[in-house]
């Protein structure tokens, strides 16, 4: 009957191919095409029952779409069986170009199997291409790349014969255009829901920026945005209104500049040290009117876009009260807090920077150590081990017979230099005067001044009084001295005076100028009282500490006091 009405059927078996195709590509999500698949199974190719095992993320096959039997697709849809029992399927029974049969002589040995599978019960073939109800039928579905998308199973043709060669290449066609429509299904699932996340993406980035604008614009403290890298580096390019106040410029102003032009000149070391990620600095930064501003920069960079340009984000805090207090601790521990002068802590710091270890009576003229460090072989007695600055490290300069580097003979460090500073130390040795007469030498002079009869105006009128006086005293011996020069406190009624760049006559006639500027009357809550003064001059050297040189002036200072009587002392 087939043979004869072969062309019919062919033309009739197309014609419902042609429609149930057309019907798989209008449908619109995975599971849709996927029941659309087995609908047109049933209704276009002859077959009563259709199912499609879809493969899974982990290989295995899930039963995704049933059509022909309500009771066998509410018993097998969502089941799952294993990729191995698959494979094994499909290399059993007989290969119909592409498509699996499996005999019911053959398919006893898969009841077993984790296959989802159904039972349909009918008699036992009559004739030899009778369809047995535990025969089986598979049509596997591949992917362009050739992996497994899944299998289309099928049963129960409806003549009830097993498929001839037209209706097995039908079968095996609609397999054909079913992977290509999943396939298709698939790519619109995943790009519907990479369109979903990426608009939930956007979405978060636009919360995100939004959330950063206004932090920036809002953050109490400054906030700017500076170029990185190039030629504009540390351009700012977008500053918040905390920092526009800080700084007293419009933001449209502020864009002309960056860091670097704002900063103090005295800040722009510690700026350029200053890491762009993470770091750090205190510095300060000018103001519109001139003045300038201590502020805490604390740098971090973030990205325009993962391969994007990046840009410095820079935190300004201002921290001008708290740089004020510190100044206002540091000035209180190393001044007097009476007389505003530095204290005994502040002189010998101050002193002590101009010393070095070097043995006061190891002396070189200018001469004298360029001859040494030019001779072949200096001696390493008297001044043969004071040359000139050697500065070897400059310009290669090493005398014949010395290791390298060269050192100066008793570890002091050579010429201008302290054991601690190396032997090419650059400080210029603080020297003094070799006797009282003024041979033209020029150092720094330590003036101890010991003010006479102040014990007896404080037990008379009190401390109140005496604390006036001190006051006053150390404001005529600021105001007699020069700039640059120091007046110290030490404590009590005893005050020092250190003057730099003065011979032995300058220095007493510094002592006899301040003593005649301490002796005219004080006035305190309308009494006049008066006080002396003994200075003892003192010369600071290097190979002394500064206790020493204080210690000498003061012991001067006695001999001097001593030397007056007593009323001449008191001077009225």
Same mark, same amino acid.
């Given at each position: 009957?087939?043979?004869?009405?072969?062309?019919?059927?062919?033309?009739?078996?197309?014609?419902?191919?042609?429609?149930?195709?057309?019907?798989?590509?209008?449908?619109?999500?995975?599971?849709?095409?996927?029941?659309?698949?087995?609908?047109?199974?049933?209704?276009?190719?002859?077959?009563?029952?259709?199912?499609?095992?879809?493969?899974?993320?982990?290989?295995?096959?899930?039963?995704?779409?049933?059509?022909?039997?309500?009771?066998?697709?509410?018993?097998?849809?969502?089941?799952?069986?294993?990729?191995?029992?698959?494979?094994?399927?499909?290399?059993?029974?007989?290969?119909?170009?592409?498509?699996?049969?499996?005999?019911?002589?053959?398919?006893?040995?898969?009841?077993?199997?984790?296959?989802?599978?159904?039972?349909?019960?009918?008699?036992?073939?009559?004739?030899?291409?009778?369809?047995?109800?535990?025969?089986?039928?598979?049509?596997?579905?591949?992917?362009?790349?050739?992996?497994?998308?899944?299998?289309?199973?099928?049963?129960?043709? &409806?003549? @009830? =014969? /097993?498929? #001839?060669?037209?209706?097995?290449?039908? !079968?095996?066609?609609?397999?054909?255009?079913? +992977?290509?429509?999943?396939?298709?299904?698939?790519?619109?699932?995943?790009?519907?829901?990479?369109?979903?996340?990426?608009?939930?993406?956007?979405?978060?980035?636009?919360?995100?920026?939004?959330?950063?604008?206004?932090?920036?614009?809002?953050?109490?403290?400054?906030?700017?945005?500076?170029?990185?890298?190039?030629?504009?580096?540390?351009?700012?390019?977008?500053?918040?209104?905390?920092?526009?106040?800080?700084?007293?410029?419009?933001?449209?102003?502020?864009?002309?500049?960056?860091?670097?032009?704002?900063?103090?000149?005295?800040?722009?070391?510690?700026?350029?040290?200053?890491?762009?990620?993470?770091?750090?600095?205190?510095? &300060?930064? @000018? =103001? /519109?009117? #001139?003045?300038?501003?201590?502020?805490? !920069?604390?740098?971090?960079?973030?990205?325009? +876009?993962?391969?994007?340009?990046?840009?410095?984000?820079?935190?300004?805090?201002?921290?001008?009260?708290?740089?004020?207090?510190?100044?206002?601790?540091?000035?209180?521990?190393?001044?007097?807090?009476?007389?505003?002068?530095?204290?005994?802590?502040?002189?010998?710091?101050?002193?002590?920077?101009?010393?070095?270890?070097?043995?006061?009576?190891?002396?070189?003229?200018?001469?004298?150590?360029?001859?040494?460090?030019?001779?072949?072989?200096?001696?390493?007695?008297?001044?043969?081990?004071?040359?000139?600055?050697?500065?070897?490290?400059?310009?290669?300069?090493?005398?014949?017979?010395?290791?390298?580097?060269?050192?100066?003979?008793?570890?002091?460090?050579?010429? #201008?230099?302290?054991?601690?500073?190396?032997?090419?130390?650059?400080?210029?040795?603080?020297?003094?005067?070799?006797?009282?007469?003024?041979?033209?030498?020029?150092?720094?002079?330590?003036?101890?001044?010991?003010?006479?009869?102040?014990?007896?105006?404080?037990?008379?009128?009190?401390?109140?009084?005496?604390?006036?006086?001190?006051?006053?005293?150390?404001?005529?011996?600021?105001?007699?001295?020069?700039?640059?020069?120091?007046?110290?406190?030490?404590?009590?009624?005893?005050?020092?005076?250190?003057?730099?760049?003065?011979?032995?006559?300058?220095?007493?006639?510094?002592?006899?100028?301040?003593?005649?500027?301490?002796?005219?009357?004080?006035?305190?809550?309308?009494?006049?009282?008066?006080?002396?003064?003994?200075?003892?001059?003192?010369?600071?050297?290097?190979?002394?500490?500064?206790?020493?040189?204080?210690?000498?002036?003061?012991?001067?200072?006695?001999?001097?006091?001593?030397?007056?009587?007593?009323?001449?002392?008191?001077?009225?």
């Amino acid at each position: 009957m087939e043979t004869e009405s072969e062309p019919y059927v062919r033309l009739a078996t197309l014609r419902q191919l042609h429609r149930v195709v057309a019907e798989l590509n209008t449908a619109r999500s995975l599971a849709d095409t996927l029941q659309t698949v087995v609908d047109g199974i049933v209704v276009g190719l002859g077959y009563e029952l259709a199912c499609v095992n879809l493969v899974r993320p982990d290989g295995d096959l899930v039963v995704a779409a049933f059509a022909g039997d309500p009771a066998a697709e509410a018993l097998i849809t969502g089941r799952v069986g294993s990729r191995a029992s698959w494979e094994r399927r499909l290399t059993m029974g007989e290969n119909w170009d592409g498509l699996r049969f499996i005999p019911h002589t053959e398919g006893w040995v898969l009841v077993e199997d984790d296959v989802p599978q159904w039972h349909t019960e009918g008699p036992d073939p009559r004739f030899e291409d009778e369809w047995h109800p535990e025969d089986r039928l598979y049509a596997p579905m591949y992917a362009s790349g050739g992996e497994l998308l899944g299998v289309v199973s099928v049963d129960r043709p &409806r003549n @009830g =014969r /097993r498929p #001839g060669a037209w209706g097995r290449e039908a !079968l095996q066609m609609y397999a054909f255009q079913a +992977a290509i429509a999943i396939s298709n299904a698939r790519l619109r699932a995943n790009m519907q829901r990479a369109l979903v996340r990426l608009e939930r993406e956007q979405q978060a980035l636009r919360a995100s920026e939004e959330s950063f604008r206004q932090a920036f614009e809002y953050a109490p403290s400054g906030m700017a945005i500076a170029e990185m890298g190039g030629d504009q580096h540390g351009r700012l390019l977008r500053t918040n209104d905390a920092l526009c106040r800080l700084l007293g410029r419009p933001a449209s102003v502020l864009r002309r500049y960056s860091f670097s032009d704002l900063v103090h000149p005295e800040d722009i070391g510690t700026l350029l040290r200053t890491s762009a990620e993470g770091g750090r600095a205190e510095l &300060r930064l @000018g =103001r /519109r009117d #001139g003045t300038y501003v201590w502020v805490s !920069l604390r740098n971090s960079v973030v990205a325009d +876009a993962a391969d994007g340009p990046r840009f410095l984000l820079t935190h300004v805090e201002d921290i001008e009260e708290r740089k004020r207090h510190e100044l206002q601790l540091a000035h209180r521990a190393s001044h007097d807090s009476l007389t505003g002068l530095p204290n005994s802590a502040e002189l010998r710091s101050r002193l002590g920077a101009r010393l070095c270890r070097r043995p006061q009576s190891v002396r070189a003229t200018a001469v004298e150590a360029l001859d040494a460090a030019f001779e072949t072989r200096p001696s390493v007695e008297g001044t043969a081990g004071h040359g000139a600055h050697g500065e070897h490290g400059e310009h290669g300069f090493r005398p014949e017979g010395f290791p390298e580097p060269f050192e100066f003979p008793g570890g002091t460090g050579g010429p #201008g230099g302290s054991a601690a500073g190396g032997p090419y130390d650059h400080h210029v040795h603080t020297v003094a005067p070799a006797t009282d007469i003024d041979d033209g030498t020029k150092g720094l002079a330590v003036l101890f001044c010991d003010l006479d009869g102040f014990k007896s105006i404080n037990d008379r009128f009190g401390h109140h009084t005496g604390d006036a006086v001190l006051i006053e005293v150390a404001r005529r011996l600021t105001t007699g001295v020069r700039d640059g020069d120091t007046v110290a406190r030490l404590g009590g009624d005893e005050f020092v005076v250190l003057a730099d760049g003065l011979g032995a006559a300058d220095a007493a006639d510094l002592a006899v100028r301040l003593r005649n500027a301490i002796i005219p009357p004080i006035r305190v809550d309308g009494r006049a009282v008066r006080v002396g003064a003994s200075f003892g001059i003192g010369w600071a050297s290097c190979g002394m500490s500064a206790d020493e040189v204080l210690r000498s002036a003061d012991q001067r200072m006695y001999i001097e006091k001593r030397s007056r009587s007593k009323a001449h002392r008191r001077a009225g």
